[in-house]
């Protein structure tokens, strides 16, 4: 199992993707491999950005027996992490082992077609409770790692236009920004913008 605590950081340190500064987080914070007991604090995450925000595409929040079929989709290469810590530590979705879940991240298949198979698309949620301190980074640091170290030559983020701390976020990890898809998208009655970004690794 993937198990890696926060590099401690200076005090006050915050994310380089123009967030405002924060805390970091420092250890006990552990990025892991996502575990069945994760499931309901994913989904509570994940629902949350499908009703109320336009971040994720779905339209209808996802089920119980759909997110245990994720997680399955997710236990090999096209792996799901957690960024936890211990439940004494903050209050939140509780998961696997009884830790909080900060957040998680995913690497998925970025097209069907055999010629894409050494190409992975990320994902990376963040518990609102839990953002501005660095947790994303840590996620979406460890999904490139992964995705380089299972043999995968490129990884790409598809990100909705408005949403620019996630932009950010990939560009301070390495991402460059390779092109726009112009609506796209609509949900909530907006037309929505897709911007794609991709790292070599």
């Not at 936890?84 to 082992?97: F, I, L, P, R, Y």
């Not at 949620?125 to 301190?133: G, Q, S």
């Not at 236009?161 to 609506?183: D, P, Q, T, Y």
Request: proline residues 4%; charged residues 20%.
């Amino acid at each position: 199992m993937i198990v890696r605590q926060a590099p401690r950081a200076a005090p006050g340190a915050g994310v380089s993707s123009g967030t405002a500064p924060g805390p970091r987080y420092h250890p006990p914070v552990r990025i892991r491999l996502a575990e069945a007991g994760d499931a309901e604090a994913i989904r509570s995450i994940y629902n949350r950005e499908v009703v109320e925000d336009v971040n994720t595409f779905d339209l209808v929040p996802r089920t119980v027996s759909e997110q245990a079929a994720w997680l399955d989709a997710h236990a090999g290469a096209h792996l799901a992490l957690v960024a936890a810590e211990s439940a004494e530590q903050v209050t939140g979705h509780v998961g696997a082992g009884g830790e909080t879940v900060l957040g998680f991240g995913s690497l998925s298949p970025y097209r069907d077609r055999a010629a894409y198979s050494t190409t992975v698309e990320n994902s990376v949620y963040v518990d609102p409770e839990h953002r501005r301190r660095g947790v994303g980074r840590l996620i979406l640091l460890e999904l490139v790692q992964l995705a380089a170290s299972h043999g995968f030559h490129t990884v790409i983020a598809r990100i909705v236009g408005h949403n620019e701390a996630s932009i950010g976020l990939h560009l301070a990890c390495g991402f460059e920004m390779v092109g726009v898809e112009k609506e796209v998208g609509r949900k909530h009655r907006q037309w929505l913008d897709v911007v794609e970004l991709q790292r070599m690794v």
